[in-house]
């Protein structure tokens, strides 16, 4: 069994900054690729970044320069640091882990947290 836990989600205003973090459990975790998507209330689920093995990470546009993702080996956990929040970054975020491939489509990936919602506030 692999299991995801996120957490760090929370209210804030808008230019302000959270940190998500995503621990993993199960498997060794630095044979995963990760990545975060978010879904807002009545939209589909979009990718926000994923990272490979290697600690390379990749952005949605609406993202970049703005969120960066991480991951720590050692502790068996991906973060997403978000900064210059706007009230359009408003979602729950998941986590998801890819025994595969990271990439933009959710389908690549295997399993998923049940998510941490983010409200940024005008």
């Known amino acids: 069994q692999v299991h995801l836990v996120e957490s760090g989600g929370g209210l804030v205003q808008t230019g302000g900054s959270l940190r998500l973090s995503c621990a993993v459990s199960g498997r060794t975790f630095s044979s995963y690729a990760m990545g975060w998507f978010r879904q807002a209330p009545g939209k589909e689920r979009d990718f926000v970044a994923h990272i490979n093995w290697y600690g390379v990470g990749t952005y949605a546009a609406s993202v970049e320069g703005r969120f960066t993702i991480s991951r720590d080996n050692a502790k068996n956990t991906v973060y997403l640091q978000m900064n210059s929040l706007k009230p359009e970054d408003t979602a729950v975020y998941y986590c998801?882990?890819?025994?595969?491939?990271?990439?933009?489509?959710?389908?690549?990936?295997?399993?998923w947290g049940q998510g941490t919602q983010v409200t940024v506030s005008s």
């Open positions: 998801a882990a890819s025994e595969g491939i990271s990439g933009s489509r959710w389908t690549l990936y295997d399993y």
